[in-house]
């Protein structure tokens, strides 16, 4: 599913860009999505290297490469961070990533550390030209350095890898949810192993409640929307997961 435009209203725009074929990330989909405001770019997770040239291609129907003005990593997965040397070629975009992670980026290429940028643990404001988007934490759900993007202007919260789906391309594809029920069991095994605690969701959860958000999109799977967004915050408020559920031998609870 490409070019699914979920904000628009003529001066910004909100787009899921790509949903990588999943034999391109190893049997996971993966989305990639870009923030247009007045003709200026961001870029948010723009995936590994095997799904580069098609990210590029759906990007080339919204801007031009040189109209890019920041690229926004979630985290440090390769499915994240993989092909991040190819679009530092192409562009001249500064790279936004927790200041975690800053120290492990040369392991992905040669790429130009000077124009990465640490983001605080606090999270901080991300300026482009007539916009300000919020750049918040999202930390051990499931990387100790996570970030969130949340984007005011279209009230939409992309969460990285916080509601991801675990959807292996075996169904229709679908852009949104809407009603929650039904998804719980796509994303349930996921988050309960790979979320480090339910303290650290709360958090989550309280920080995204004041933000009050009309959408939530996460890097796989698809994007919630209207009561499933509530839905989902109830649902992760009061999930245990990760050093919660673990037991004494090392298992996890199926």
Same mark, same amino acid.
């Given at each position: 599913?490409?070019?699914?435009?979920?904000?628009?209203?003529?001066?910004?725009?909100?787009?899921?860009?790509?949903?990588?074929?999943?034999?391109?990330?190893?049997?996971?989909?993966?989305?990639?999505?870009?923030?247009?405001?007045?003709?200026?770019?961001?870029?948010?997770?723009?995936?590994?290297?095997?799904?580069?040239?098609?990210?590029?291609?759906?990007?080339?129907?919204?801007?031009?490469?040189?109209?890019?003005?920041?690229?926004?990593?979630?985290?440090?997965?390769?499915?994240?961070?993989?092909?991040?040397?190819?679009?530092?070629? @192409?562009?001249?975009?500064?790279?936004?990533?927790?200041?975690?992670?800053?120290? %492990? +980026?040369?392991?992905? #290429? !040669? $790429?130009?550390?000077?124009?990465?940028?640490?983001?605080?643990?606090?999270?901080?404001? @991300?300026?482009?030209?007539?916009?300000?988007?919020?750049?918040?934490?999202?930390? %051990? +759900?499931?990387?100790? #350095? !996570? $970030?969130?993007?949340?984007?005011?202007?279209?009230?939409?919260?992309?969460?990285?890898?916080?509601?991801?789906?675990?959807?292996?391309?075996?169904?229709?594809?679908?852009? %949104?949810?809407?009603?929650?029920?039904?998804?719980?069991?796509?994303?349930?095994?996921?988050?309960?192993?790979?979320?480090?605690?339910?303290?650290?969701?709360?958090?989550?959860?309280?920080?995204?409640?004041?933000?009050?958000?009309?959408?939530?999109?996460?890097?796989?799977?698809?994007?919630?929307?209207?009561?499933?967004?509530?839905?989902?915050?109830?649902?992760?408020?009061?999930?245990?997961?990760?050093?919660?559920?673990?037991?004494?031998?090392?298992?996890?609870?199926?």
């Amino acid at each position: 599913m490409r070019n699914v435009t979920l904000f628009d209203d003529g001066d910004h725009q909100f787009i899921l860009l790509n949903e990588s074929d999943p034999g391109a990330e190893n049997g996971i989909e993966s989305n990639q999505y870009l923030i247009v405001h007045q003709r200026i770019g961001v870029l948010l997770d723009p995936g590994g290297w095997g799904v580069m040239p098609r990210v590029l291609t759906e990007m080339l129907h919204h801007l031009q490469p040189e109209d890019l003005a920041a690229i926004v990593l979630s985290h440090q997965d390769p499915d994240i961070v993989g092909g991040i040397a190819t679009w530092l070629e @192409l562009t001249s975009a500064t790279v936004h990533v927790s200041s975690t992670w800053m120290r %492990f +980026l040369p392991h992905y #290429g !040669q $790429i130009d550390i000077g124009r990465f940028f640490g983001v605080p643990d606090q999270g901080m404001a @991300l300026e482009i030209p007539g916009c300000t988007l919020q750049l918040i934490p999202a930390h %051990f +759900l499931h990387s100790p #350095g !996570q $970030i969130n993007l949340f984007d005011p202007a279209s009230g939409i919260l992309f969460s990285g890898d916080v509601g991801a789906a675990a959807i292996k391309g075996d169904g229709e594809p679908r852009a %949104f949810i809407d009603d929650f029920a039904p998804h719980v069991p796509a994303i349930a095994g996921f988050h309960r192993r790979y979320m480090a605690c339910n303290r650290a969701l709360r958090i989550w959860v309280a920080r995204v409640r004041s933000l009050n958000p009309t959408m939530i999109a996460p890097q796989h799977g698809p994007v919630y929307r209207g009561q499933a967004v509530a839905d989902l915050l109830d649902w992760l408020e009061a999930l245990p997961c990760g050093a919660d559920i673990m037991q004494a031998d090392g298992a996890f609870p199926s």
